[in-house]
């Protein structure tokens, strides 16, 4: 009787060169909803239903939040959270729907340049933020600047 | 070898309509947020062309086009809560029709009010 030898049905396949970055993606993606549910309903909420909403807001509502350290923690985390949320979403669309090698290669630079610019810009807004700048008009700032 | 029928279309339904809304919204948003954060950030350069800006978003029209945005954020949070759950929850997958319906439900429930407050604000100056 002549054995043969059969490779077991479910023997591990190579995954040389592979990760898990998409593994990751998808569960950044659930994970920083769950945390962006909080921070931008809390957002809208401040901003555009307490007190007098839409119409309070001007520069010196914004002073008076950013002189909090939690409306600065607030808005960069829903900054750093909503941006790369969003990021992640598009590559996805454009992974989807941009056929070409070049056009969706493209694409997703435009999306890289566009959400690295805009990430750094808005945190170095909230780091280097001055409530009471000296030349502006002193009845447009919040009133714990001196001279407000 | 039969023939696939001419002018099938693939009916997801609830399902399908759902994850359509869900990158609708999301597309939009995204656009939306690049403009806010730079608009945003004009906190840096003067009080002044902060204060123009934010003029704008307290105009009827751009007023009106807030509660679209508010209306799309609400259904991509609650109906990203329902893709957690038909994720991770054991019996998401079957309730899923179930939870767009909750989805809807709780969109109605916030939205309501929202609009109340919001519109009294930006019809009543």
């Known amino acids: ?148 | 070898m039969p023939k696939a029928p001419a002018g099938t279309i693939y009916r997801g339904r609830e399902g399908m309509w759902s994850w359509v809304a869900h990158r609708v919204t999301g597309i939009g948003i995204f656009f939306f947020l690049l403009v806010h954060i730079v608009d945003t950030a004009l906190v840096r350069v003067s009080p002044e062309s902060y204060n123009e800006v934010i003029a704008t978003y307290k105009t009827t029209i751009v007023g009106l086009m807030e509660v679209l945005l508010v209306a799309a954020i609400v259904f991509h949070a609650f109906n990203g809560l329902r893709i957690i759950l038909v994720d991770f929850w054991s019996k998401g997958p079957r309730y899923q029709r179930q939870m767009l319906a909750g989805v809807g439900i709780l969109w109605l429930v916030l939205m309501v009010p929202f609009l109340v407050r919001h519109l009294s604000h930006v019809f009543g100056g």
């Open chain 1, 1 to 148: 009787m002549t054995t043969t030898t059969i490779a077991a049905p479910r023997s591990p396949r190579r995954l040389r060169g592979r990760t898990n970055t998409e593994l990751y993606a998808w569960l950044f993606m659930r994970v920083s909803g769950v945390f962006l549910i909080v921070l931008v309903f809390g957002h809208l909420f401040v901003n555009l239903m307490v007190g007098e909403g839409i119409n309070a807001l001007d520069f010196a509502f914004v002073a008076g939040k950013w002189a909090d350290p939690l409306w600065q923690v607030w808005d960069l985390l829903m900054l750093w959270l909503a941006m790369i949320h969003g990021t992640n979403g598009l590559r996805t669309v454009i992974n989807d729907y941009a056929e070409r090698d070049q056009v969706r290669m493209w694409l997703k630079m435009l999306l890289y340049v566009a959400a690295a610019f805009t990430i750094i810009l808005g945190t170095l807004v909230i780091f280097t933020f001055d409530p009471c700048p000296a030349e502006a008009a002193a009845e447009l700032l919040p009133s714990f600047c001196p001279g407000a």
